[in-house]
Nanobody
Framework: QVQLVESGGGLVQAGGSLRLSCAAS????????VGWYRQAPEKQRELVAF???????QYKDSVKGRFAISRDNAKNTVSLQMNSLKPEDTAVYYC???????????WGQGTQVIVSS
């Protein structure tokens, strides 16, 4: 059974930091591209940060320089370090893993991030 379990969300003041983590099980994690998405109320889910199964990373423009995605294939984890948080970063954050060859795609259950002004 595949599981992606996020942790690390919470309430933080603007300008603060949070670190989200996602632990994967049931997949050959190192072969998966991984990403962090977020969904704010009444808005579509959007990609925030992406890390390929190799070394490629990509970020949504509004988080560049503030967020950093990293992965540890030995521990089957992907993390998102979020600094200089803004109220507009408030959303439910989801971990995602995808393998383009097997077409396996999996989502975590989400973790809430609230940034107060």
């Amino acid at each position: 059974q595949v599981q992606l379990v996020e942790s690390g969300g919470g309430l933080v003041q603007a300008g603060g930091s949070l670190r989200l983590s996602c632990a994967a099980s049931g997949i050959r994690f190192r072969f998966y591209d991984v990403g962090w998405y977020r969904q704010a109320p009444e808005k579509q889910r959007e990609l925030v940060a992406f890390h390929s199964s190799g070394r490629t990373t990509q970020y949504k423009d509004s988080v560049k320089g503030r967020f950093a995605i990293s992965r540890d294939n030995a521990k089957n984890t992907v993390s998102l370090q979020m600094n200089s948080l803004k109220p507009e970063d408030t959303a439910v954050y989801y971990c995602h893993a995808e393998n383009s060859v097997s077409r396996g795609t999996y989502w975590g259950q989400g973790t809430q991030v609230i940034v107060s002004s």
